[in-house]
């Protein structure tokens, strides 16, 4: 195992423009390192693998298509790609974003001096302006979670590989959530997550409120079960804070009419409170 090399993981559901788009951006990362590419397609294994070849990759560079397409989602074709890494540096990205030439560089640098990282996410170049005034997630600091510790989004995170040995990897039982569970579970082994600011991923947002309200429903379904695990730790989230997050979620729909950008909080906010409202109810476990 080559330690100042680097495996770059990058899960896809499907060839679609915005993933052609993101293999010439990885094509064009310039590092001195050695890279090895892996693409774990969780569908349409033949049709990824055809998009990978019309790319130019750099001739010293590995580059494999393989199949992660026996369970479905993310996090399992995540596993399925580190888990074959040949490098000691693994870094995640996803397949509708756009790294930035310098973001593997960046990440591997921090990798190597923290144990893992998250990048910097930037909003403004694949976003319209009124969509991309309304986010700062990971846009100057790692975010927190239920005033709990510091993760990364999966889309720009980078671990050692043998720390994702140690964790075992994303937990494939979480629909979402799974980078802030394996964030938290890196800190139980005493790794200081950190901030690598000039590692950029251009960060692609739901362009219309229908979009927006699934996601967060979908992103706050888990936030039970996150707690659950991990309240022994510090993660709290109190009966003050639902109230908070409701009021906040009807003001922003009274301001829905006002706008694009009213609509899209209106819509965040709600698929919010909702997410974590069902998330209670199914998990029975309090996280309203």
């Known amino acids: 195992m080559n330690a100042s090399g680097i495996s770059i993981v990058i899960p896809v559901g ?39 070849a019309t790319i130019a990759w750099p001739s010293a560079w590995t580059v494999r298509t393989i199949d992660a397409s026996d369970v479905p989602g993310p996090s399992h074709a995540r596993n399925v790609g580190w888990h074959s890494a040949v490098h000691d540096i693994v870094l995640f990205c996803d397949a509708d974003d756009l790294v930035d030439p310098l973001w593997a560089e960046h990440m591997a640098v921090a990798v190597e001096s923290a144990g893992a990282c998250g990048g910097r996410l930037e909003y403004e170049r694949l976003n319209p302006p009124a969509l991309a005034a309304r986010v700062t997630t990971s ?12 993760f990364s989004a999966s889309c720009v995170l980078g671990v050692r590989r043998d720390l994702l040995v140690a964790v075992d990897g994303f937990d494939e039982s979480l629909a979402c959530g799974e980078d802030v569970d394996l964030s938290w579970r890196l800190a139980g082994q005493g790794v200081h997550m950190a901030f690598a600011r000039d590692a950029v991923v251009h960060y692609r947002l739901r362009p219309d409120a229908r979009g927006a309200f699934r996601q967060s429903l979908r992103y706050a379904a888990d936030d039970a079960v996150l707690l659950r695990r991990h309240r022994a730790s510090g993660a ?52 309203l």
Do not use: I, M
């Open 14 to 52: 499907g060839a679609d423009d915005h993933f052609h788009e993101q293999l010439r951006a990885v094509g064009a990362l310039r590092t001195l390192r050695p890279v090895e590419v892996v693409v774990a397609a969780n569908r349409d294994v033949v049709v990824v693998g055809q998009a990978v």
């Open 139 to 150: 846009s100057r600091a790692l975010p927190v979670k239920f005033r709990h510790l510091p």
């Open 236 to 287: 709290r989230w109190t009966v003050l804070d639902t109230v908070r997050e409701w009021l906040a979620a009807v003001k922003a729909l009274a301001l829905a009419p006002t706008g694009q950008e009213a609509r899209l909080t209106a819509a965040t906010r709600l698929g919010s409170a909702c997410g974590r409202f069902l998330g209670s109810v199914r998990h029975r476990t309090y996280a």
